[in-house]
């Protein structure tokens, strides 16, 4: 009856992960044609700036907002990222190239240009979509001032809320934020450029077929000073006669309009053009010029880095291994009648006479138990997670696929968490097999959503987008309660059912006791040895992924990932097998809990490179965006602390119980 149960369970947590694909719509995964004359609502997402963490809606500002703002219907994935996106005022229609489109009039107060003036001296960029592809401005930059050198283009997220007092409208992002908010001035003209191939060409139908695929989307932000004659009549929008443009013309000379809150009330006219340019981008590589990586000989270099970390550890192994303890295990198990000589191995291999006792239970053995099923159920989700990115099937086109992929991967895996506590806590002597499948179900993810929680709080106070909604909050609750844990008493169902792993000595009933150790092998020399070298395999795509992270780009260099992933775990399984044996040669048997945390030791110095990450890149005086910063640092060090000592409790249990099997004393 309770197998059937738990088969029931694992089948009812396979409906709800297909159902929950299902009900949400994943973007990108099929081409939308358009025919001539459809009209498009242009869609308005968030505020963002790499100088902070936090981002907001668009209409936070006062910008011009369309008769009723509509919602658009978003996955989990993009509840749970803070990827909102609304309708906004900006009107196109297919392949109708027009200029001088009048949004709205507006009149700002000092307060007003004074939210202006702050989002802008922080670099805020307001974010739109069309298609699913992002609005993004284009800059062109030479490696030298001649015009035949190489040059490369690059593409930034939307659009910056003010751009600099130049002649060139360069937006500010990228640059140290100025000083001065006179030079700072209001980006209100938006020329929207889009960018189509025929569906004839695209060779996904037949030639005879109509209609365009969208394959580009780029603005070009001015700061415009409009003028018109005679009184202003609200109903003219968006053909409204302004004496800087017309509805033929590209926007003429003209003055801006600085972001400062000095100068009394601003009037301020919203404008915009529509273009419509045939490109030769097919529909399956439009989202190629966001995803191209200028520097993949960087990221080939952290491969080659990490390579020569891991050889490395590998030869030492290796000498270990193969020299050392084969030599010693020769000389062991050799018959002597001579009982000096006897004695004189004995005190050469020190190793060797810890032997009843190195598989002594741990102190806190329950509790060991607990966070290395944790740690498995975390490798494994990472490993498939990777996996399926590194194929493509989690593309940035796919908004929130990464994160559902996440969650899903994290909810099945609990099987496995729960049968590694069960198989961990049975071989180690631990009895309350209630309060060990509690407290796996529970201690890691309970961890990760009370700081999820607070942040969110933090967030939801200072009014940022990025808030999630109860409603989002109630269903991973429910995921949790309703997938993850039942799927971990399934786990440890079947890991209690399975006989305790028999180690290959016995152990004493009186404990050796542990002589002073040299100070290069106490604890804080070693925590800080087993971390670095792990952390030197892969702390260039680090970088990587944090600036993608907090500087608002795409990263989808998942199979480099991937494979400094597996070169990480590798390393730190092999510098966890040095110091073990290196621990065990000084006759200090007590090696679980070190063999843990030397494994998840790396997490210390990821922690401390978001430290010097975030002194570089995010707004320090901000104390939320600081917090929201900290706090997801923290989760994500967490739970790689609770994966890499699996990692590191693993490969040494294997080790020792090699080499101790090896040795004949009975």
């Given at each position: ?166 002649a060139s409208d360069a937006p500010i ?52 000073k409009h003028t018109y004659s005679g ?365 843990f945390t030397h494994g998840g030791s ?65």
């Open positions: 009856m309770l197998a059937r149960t738990a088969v029931a369970l694992a089948l009812l947590s396979v409906v709800i992960h297909v159902q929950l694909a299902a009900s949400f719509y994943l973007p990108g995964v099929a081409p939308k044609v358009f025919k001539d004359g459809d009209e498009l609502v242009l869609k308005v997402q968030t505020l963002a700036s790499p100088e902070s963490s936090l981002q907001f809606d668009y209409y936070q500002l006062p910008y011009c907002q369309p008769e009723h703002i509509v919602d658009v219907v978003e996955n989990l994935g993009e509840a749970l990222a803070g990827d909102k996106a609304r309708t906004s005022p900006y009107i196109a229609t297919v392949k109708e190239s027009k200029y001088c489109q009048t949004v709205c009039r507006r009149l700002f107060s000092p307060q007003e240009m004074e939210e202006f003036q702050d989002f802008s001296m922080l670099e805020y960029r307001a974010n739109m979509r069309l298609d699913n592809l992002p609005l993004a401005q284009l800059h062109t930059f030479a490696y030298a001032e001649d015009a035949t050198s190489d040059s490369f283009v690059e593409y930034k997220l939307g659009f910056p809320v003010a751009i600099r007092d130049d992002s990228g640059v140290q934020p100025v000083a001065d908010p006179d030079h700072l001035m209001l980006s209100n003209h938006l020329r929207f450029r889009i960018l189509y191939h025929p569906v004839h060409e695209s060779g996904m139908s037949d030639k005879s077929a109509s209609g365009l695929l969208i394959v580009g989307f780029q603005v070009d932000p001015y700061s415009v009184v202003w009549n609200d109903d003219c929008a968006p053909n409204c006669p302004l004496n800087t443009c017309d509805r033929n013309q590209i926007v003429q000379p003209h003055d801006r309009i600085p972001v400062s809150a000095n100068k009394g009330q601003v009037e301020v006219i919203f404008t915009y053009d529509i273009e419509w340019q045939e490109s030769d981008v097919k529909w399956a590589s439009r989202w190629d010029v966001y995803l191209n990586m200028k520097n993949d000989e960087i990221h080939w270099f952290s491969i080659v880095n990490s390579f020569i970390v891991l050889a490395f550890l590998s030869a030492i192994v290796a000498i270990i291994l193969i020299r050392i303890l084969r030599r010693d295990l020769a000389m062991y198990n050799e018959l002597r009648q001579d009982e000096e000589t006897s004695e004189d191995i004995k005190e050469e291999t020190g190793w060797k006479l810890v032997y009843a006792d190195v598989f002594r239970k741990p102190s806190n053995a329950q509790i060991l138990s607990v966070l290395a099923g944790s740690g498995a159920q975390l490798v494994f989700m990472t490993l498939l997670t990777l996996g399926c990115a590194s194929t493509g099937f989690l593309s940035p086109s796919n908004r929130g696929s990464l994160v559902i992929a996440f969650l899903s991967f994290f909810m099945l895996s609990g099987v496995l968490a729960g049968y590694t506590s069960a198989r961990s806590a049975k071989t180690l002597g631990e009895v309350n097999q209630f309060n060990i499948t509690v407290l796996t179900s529970l201690v890691s993810p309970g961890v990760v959503f009370t700081i999820f929680f607070i942040i969110n709080f933090m967030v939801w106070i200072r009014g940022s987008s990025g808030a999630v909604p109860f409603g989002t909050l109630v269903a991973i609750t429910l995921l949790w309660f309703c997938v993850s844990v039942p799927l971990t008493f399934l786990g440890a169902f079947l890991g209690f059912r399975r006989d305790p792993v028999k180690f290959p000595v016995r152990v004493n009933s009186i404990p050796r006791q542990v002589p002073p150790q040299p100070w290069y092998l106490s604890y804080p020399v070693t925590m800080a040895l087993a971390g670095l070298l792990p952390f030197g395999a892969v702390f260039v795509e680090l970088f990587f992924i944090l600036t993608s992270i907090w500087q608002h780009k795409f990263y989808y260099m998942f199979g480099f990932l991937a494979l400094v992933f597996v070169i990480f775990l590798i390393t730190a399984a092999e510098i966890s097998v040095v110091l073990c044996y290196l621990q065990l040669c000084s006759e200090d048997y007590k090696w679980w809990w070190r063999a790396a997490a210390i110095y990821v922690f401390l490179y978001g430290v010097y990450h975030w002194s570089l890149r995010i707004n320090a005086d901000d104390f939320v965006s600081s917090f929201v910063y900290f706090g997801y640092m923290t989760m994500v060090c967490w739970l790689l602390f609770l994966a890499m000592g699996f990692v590191g409790i693993a490969v040494c249990f294997f080790f020792v119980s090699k080499i101790y099997g090896a040795v004949k004393i009975d």
